[in-house]
């Protein structure tokens, strides 16, 4: 048992020096910030073009995510690998693109091509690397400099400090980007119309049912009318609108269930709806919808434009779509 607790001890211990040492790295990085990474961000947001990320090894992972972050948040942007460009993806690099090439060391000879043809042709060319002095750096255009710290890797070699802060100073690029183009959840939306995220950004209207969907009734119908338009829209609710189609009030199965008990055989919609029932726009995101059903502890909600009914939902609708 004791050695038990020694390993799990001194697991938690180097765990902890991983991650200080990494922390100090990423506070070496914002120490070191300056007027460089305000060009390397004018250059992006001047760019007609892509943005072409491109790096070996590691820094080729990391491109990677940094080129997704930025394809995803507004900025076109792909990943192009140093070596395939050799041999003819530099094909797809135009004189409009801004190219970001990533090396630790600077030195990475599957950049050289890269490199060349940048100068070549023009090509705008942001240099991440945390030697000023490298090949890199001296092709750069701007040069984004990477601190020189130690990695957290026990030898010393595996990236490790430095991939953390190549990725956080990535993400530094793609927040700024968000900043300078005002990109917005709908924008956001657009680009993830799949998966956890595509659903929680969906909005009412997209999810809403509508036209002849809809449980819409006269505000003088009777129980009978009431029941069967209930019982055929199976939505558990019935709308009321007045003579110029406002919206006026609402009756639930569970409204139903209540009053089962009365004489309901002469009663008008008027006598047993809930008068001006809580509504909703159909441009709010769905996840503040099944926040306001939750809060009111409804399971129906109609959508209203100028007081008229446009749509209806239920919470199982929102349920199906994964928001919760």
Known sequence: MQMVEKLQNADIINAIKTIDIEVEAINELKNSLDENLTK?????ENSKGRIILSGMGK???IAKKIAASLASTGTPSFFIHPAEASHGDLGMVTNDDVI???????????????LNYSKRFGIKLIAITKNPESSLAKAGDVVLKLPNAKEAC?????????????LVLGDVIT????????????????RHPGGKLGSILQKVKDIMHTGDEMPILNENSGINEIILEMTSKRLGCVGFVNQNK????MFTDGDLR????????????TDIMTKNPITI??????????????????????????KKPIGVLHIHDLLQKGIA
């Open 246 to 249: 406002e919206l006026t009030g």
């Open 154 to 166: 026990p030898l010393g070699l595996a990236p490790t400090s430095s991939t953390t802060a190549t």
């Open 258 to 269: 209540r009053c089962i008990s009365q004489d309901l055989k002469n009663v008008k919609a």
């Open 175 to 190: 927040t700024g980007m968000i900043e300078r183009k005002g990109f917005s959840k709908t924008q956001f939306n657009e």
């Open 40 to 44: 390397a961000l004018n250059l992006i």
């Open 100 to 114: 970001i090439a990533i090396s630790n060391s600077g030195e990475s000879k599957e950049l050289i091509d890269i």
């Open 59 to 61: 820094s080729g992972h």
């Open 281 to 306: 726009k159909k441009d709010i995101f769905a996840t503040e919808a099944i926040k306001i059903l939750n809060e009111k502890k409804i399971t129906n909600i109609f959508i209203t434009e100028d």
